[in-house]
């Protein structure tokens, strides 16, 4: 079984263009502290810290800094473990590297020993031995789907346009994930420990409106791509079976497996927290004020080839680039992104809706 991504693109390049994922990090912080000075087990020596989808880590290692701090608070010397996951794939000597070299690193935390580690496995398997980690903390991760979808999406490729039996698919399959994920957070975890996990989602007004992550980005994405199967670039099957392997869950579909009769989780966790926020837009912030679109563009589309590049390449350009190399493909997509997105920020605009969920894990599951 192998994951839809690689992982981000390395060599410092998902880094340096991931200001927005680490803003919607900061935006839970205070919650996080809150709750890690709240729970039972901070007692606990050591105590174990675990980030499923750590990346590159300059953005991991800021939150975990801030959860280092909270525990510092109330437990100075305790020594404190602190384990990266993420897939095999992830760079992780650009992680290493930044543990040492960031000034913002949890290592310059004063108090008692902290020892980093790394898992490298999927989180949709255990990821600690069993009953080991007192907070699990994820970050613009857990949206991901496990395996590459196979329904499609007739002019799309956001998993969110879907409708009828793809649309019910593609939920199934999304629910399914989800609801792997906690039931290996419930081994991972031990009883007391908590879990905060924030992953992009779409938000249901009262009225019944949806506001979807990322819609507007995917939308635009699929018209580049369209634009070069029009030049005989890309193959149309190739493009005509590819779907954007996220999903962006309300907050009744993370809800869903804790609260649902039967389900391997039910009895595993407590809901702290389940709410789905906006957070702004940094690239769009800084286009308002300086007002300048092309500089805006550059940053915007590096931000969003730092997440896409690798998806993009394994799922639809190695298979479907037609007289040209997968490098050149993934250049010209770009390109046209970029050019398009000058002359019209608007029209590829990442709109934000995350998901935050905060879960205490009991202590009657299995
Ligand atoms: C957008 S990055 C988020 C990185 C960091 N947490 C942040 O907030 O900047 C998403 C990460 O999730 C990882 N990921 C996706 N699916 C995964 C899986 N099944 N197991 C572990 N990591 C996964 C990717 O490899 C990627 O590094």
Known sequence: MSSP??????????????????????????????????????????????????????NSIAALRAVVIAIRRRRRDSCVVAIHNDLPTNDFNALFHNLVQRADSYLTVHGGPILPMASPRSFYETVVPRATANVGLSFSSAHWFRETPSSSVPGSICAMDASGPARVTLAKQADNDWTRFLEMRASDLTPGGILFVQMIGTQV?????RHVTAERLLRAMYEVAAGMVEQGQLRRDVLDGFVFPTYMRTAGEARAPLERP???????FHANIVSVQPVPNPYLDE??????????????????????????????????????SVDTSADRFYTELRRRTAADPQWSVFEDWTLTIALTRTSDAS
């Open 262 to 268: 039967g389900s391997p989780v039910t009895a595993g």
């Open 5 to 58: 991504t690689a992982g981000m693109k390395g060599g410092g390049y998902y880094d340096e263009h991931s200001e927005y994922q680490r803003r919607v990090a900061q935006s839970g912080l205070s919650s996080l502290a809150d709750l890690v000075q709240g729970m039972d087990g901070l007692r606990a020596d050591p105590l174990t810290i675990v980030d499923y989808g750590c990346s590159e880590g300059a």
């Open 287 to 324: 286009l308002h004020k300086a007002g300048d679109e092309h500089d805006y563009a550059e940053r915007y589309v590096a931000f969003v080839r730092a997440f896409t590049e690798s998806t993009l390449r394994r799922a639809l350009l190695e298979p479907g680039a037609v007289g040209q």
């Open 205 to 209: 007004d009262a009225d019944g409106t």
